[in-house]
C-alpha cells in the first residue's frame, strides 16, 4: 500500500489540474455534461452510469493528449451491463444504510465513489469496480472525504442555478477523473502510471 498524498497538496493538485483540464476544453465538457445531465433525466437515470464512464474516458484522453469527442461519452456504453449492476448495486446499499440514521448510506456513497471511474480505467466487473473503489477511498480517507465535501458544495451552488450545472457538473467529473489517477498505485494503461501520463500533459514548472 502507497503513503497517503498529503491533504493540501492533493486538493491543490486536483483543483488546479482540474480547472486547467476545463478551461482548456471547455466546449467540449460542457457538451459532454449536457448530454450526460439529459439523457440520465430523460432515461429516468437509467443511462446515467454508462454516460459517467464514458466522461470519464473523455477526461482520461484528454490529460493524455490524445484527442476526444463528446460523443465519447457514448463510449461507455462499452460497460454498459457493468455500469448498471454498479449503480444498482450502490443505489440499494445507500438505500438500506441510509434506514440506519443517514450515516451508513453516505459512508456507502463516499466508498463507492470511484467505481465507475475503476470500470473505465481498469475494465474491471461490478465487484470488483466496487471492490477497488473501497481500496482506494480506505487508504486516502481524508484526501477523499474533503474532497467530496468540496464537490458537493460545488454541486450545491450549481443547482442552485440552472445554467451553473454547465459549469459544476463537468468539474465535478473532471475532479474525480484527476482525484483517481493520483490515488490509485497502479498503472492506467501502458505500462504507466497515472502520476507519470499526468505529467506528460501538465509538466511541473
Known sequence: MEAS???EPFLKA?????????????????????????????????????????F?????????????????????????????IVMVLVVVAILIGSLFLIVPGLLIALFTIFALPAIAYEDT??????????????DNFLNVLLL??????????G???????LLTTPLTMIALTVAYE???????SGGHSPHVLAAQVDPAP
Open 159 to 165: 443547482g442552485a442555478v440552472l445554467v451553473g450545472m
Open 125 to 138: 466487473g461490478p465487484f470488483d469496480a466496487i471492490v477497488r473503489s473501497f481500496e482506494i477511498v480506505k
Open 182 to 188: 493520483r490515488l490509485t498505485p497502479r498503472p492506467a
Open 148 to 157: 467530496s465535501l468540496v464537490l458537493s458544495v460545488v454541486q450545491g451552488v
Open 5 to 7: 498524498e498529503p491533504l
Open 14 to 54: 486536483v483543483g488546479e489540474q482540474t480547472w486547467k483540464a476545463f478551461t482548456s476544453d471547455a466546449l467540449l465538457y460542457v457538451l459532454a455534461s449536457v448530454a450526460l445531465s439529459l439523457l440520465t433525466v430523460l432515461t429516468l437515470g437509467v443511462l446515467g452510469a454508462p454516460l459517467a464512464v464514458g
Open 56 to 84: 470519464v474516458k473523455i477526461v482520461r484522453s484528454r490529460r493524455r493528449g490524445e484527442p476526444a469527442a463528446w460523443t465519447d461519452i457514448f463510449s461507455g456504453f462499452q460497460h454498459f451491463l457493468v455500469s448498471i
